[in-house]
């Protein structure tokens, strides 16, 4: 019997989290699965990437820390954009002014989680990043 699209549950949401501390990436996860989300974690930006290719099309919001070992949120995102124009970005950082820190600036509409962030402010955080149908949220 085929699905009704209107009646259909709509398929969750994937987010690829990007980031290198374990205890930061693995507090998120467990936040934005418990909130609905499918989560991809990476513990930097290269297993990321190799995430992402094995099918773009399943992410809805790339949630990056903007310093990493090897390459930069910033980089990441560029990278990932590069084959899906137009895929959500939220970066966080644990820095203050953690994107002049950064090799690459963010772009300028990009938004930014400052760490340490309440479950509160990371929900929120990523629901406005995917309301938002900027190229970067």
């Known amino acids: 019997m085929p699905v009704d699209p209107r009646t259909a549950a709509p398929r969750p949401l994937t987010v690829l989290l990007a980031e290198d501390e374990d205890g930061v990436r693995a507090f ?6 418990q909130a609905g989300y499918a989560v991809l974690p990476a513990a930097d930006a290269d297993e990321a990437e190799r995430t992402f290719r094995t099918d773009p099309d399943r ?17 990441l995102a560029a990278a990932l954009r590069a084959v899906r ?11 203050p002014g953690g994107p002049g820190l950064a090799p ?4 300028p509409d990009a938004s930014l989680l400052d760490k340490p962030f ?3 402010r990371l929900l929120h955080a990523v629901a ?3 309301a938002n ?4 949220a």
């Not at 998120?28 to 699965?33: A, D, P, S, T």
């Not at 124009?85 to 820095?95: D, E, W």
């Not at 149908?133 to 970067?136: C, K």
């Open 28 to 33: 998120v996860r467990q936040v934005l699965e």
């Open 59 to 75: 992410v809805g919001l790339l949630l990056t820390d903007v310093l990493m070992p090897g390459r930069t949120g910033p980089e």
């Open 85 to 95: 124009p137009g895929l959500r970005v939220l970066f966080m950082s644990g820095f």
């Open 104 to 107: 690459d600036p963010l772009p």
């Open 118 to 120: 309440s479950i509160d």
């Open 128 to 130: 406005l990043a995917v």
């Open 133 to 136: 149908h900027a190229p970067y």
